[in-house]
């Protein structure tokens, strides 16, 4: 996935007193005017404010687009945006050319290298909070034998999940490259889409794992073509991480979560880098999942062709096609990889895998990556619970 990419100094900053998270007098008391940030209006404009009277410009830095900050007269510099679409939005703050997440702004989010400041813009009800039972969101470490160090996840369970016996169909879910495990949880908000899903009758309960993608790798990944000549691109997200997934994350669900540990209640979907890894993982053992989403991505990493080859045993295996319920490709038609996705679905459907495919609206963002878990989530497990 491309993302600007900015970094967090907040300490720092304070330090130096530039700016205040909570601004306080010598004595101990308030000592400039409340900050609220972000202020999210009826008509879905965005405020965002950060008091620093001492910086001489701030800047917004937003997925769509940067903004200059207003210096009002008490010290507190702020920028409306919007409207904008429903959904959740990463942000942060650039103070004479150092940058930060919003210290009035508890809803963060840990990307591979660095932290965002989050915001959610109400509007969609499959994403919106209701009331409605919710489930769990746990940060689980174990140990990856693959890798040789300690590794995280993010595991959603259904609501009710620790007071019953019952045992649930498990959803792999993969973020996209410079992102984390945290992703999906946060700016995706897949828990609450699954709950809301699940609440309306649409979807079935179930376990959702959302591994890390990244092998801890620094500087991120890079993905693309090379020139002749060139060294090949980094891509041990491609290859490593495919084979934790198999001999450390799997194992360590099945053993310690209560799943129905077999194909028809087993499924697995990525984004971007997430959607090649999906690809990768699934063909190395396709006799393991029933569902497949791949979302805005195809084969990265290795033309068409290549891939093909080095998959084509598995490409070609008729019986473990025939338990593969759903093949579900969704990339917007402004998307940077739509052609790759075209060419991955088309490669597929020659060697006789029936694609669901769809070119939408949108381009490389969690507008469409959100909508797509809306729509494939309801797909899976069903005639198998």
Known sequence: MRQSRFWSAAVPLLLAGQICAQPEAPGGGPAGPPVISPEVHADRRVTVRLFAPQAREVRLHFEQGGYVLRKRADGVWEATVGPLDPGSYRYGFSVDGANFTDPRNVEVERMQVLTRSIMHVPGAAFMDMRDVPYGTVSLVTYRSKVLNRIRRMHVYTPPGYEANTQRYPVLYLLHGANESDQSWSTVGRAGVIIDNLTADGKAVPMIVVMPNGHADQTPPVIFGPVAPGAPPPLNVELTEIPKE???DILPYIESHYRVIADRAHRAIAGLSMGGTQTLNIAMAGLERFSAVGVFSSGVLGATVAEWETAHVAALNDA????GLRVLWFRTGSDDFLLSTTKS????????????????TQGAHTWVNWRNYLNEFAPLLFRGGV
């Not at 991955?344 to 769809?358: I, N, S, W």
């Open 245 to 247: 997934f198999a001999i």
């Open 319 to 322: 019986k473990t096609k025939r």
């Open 344 to 359: 991955t679905v088309e490669m597929l459907r020659k060697h006789g895998f029936d694609v669901a495919f769809q070119e």
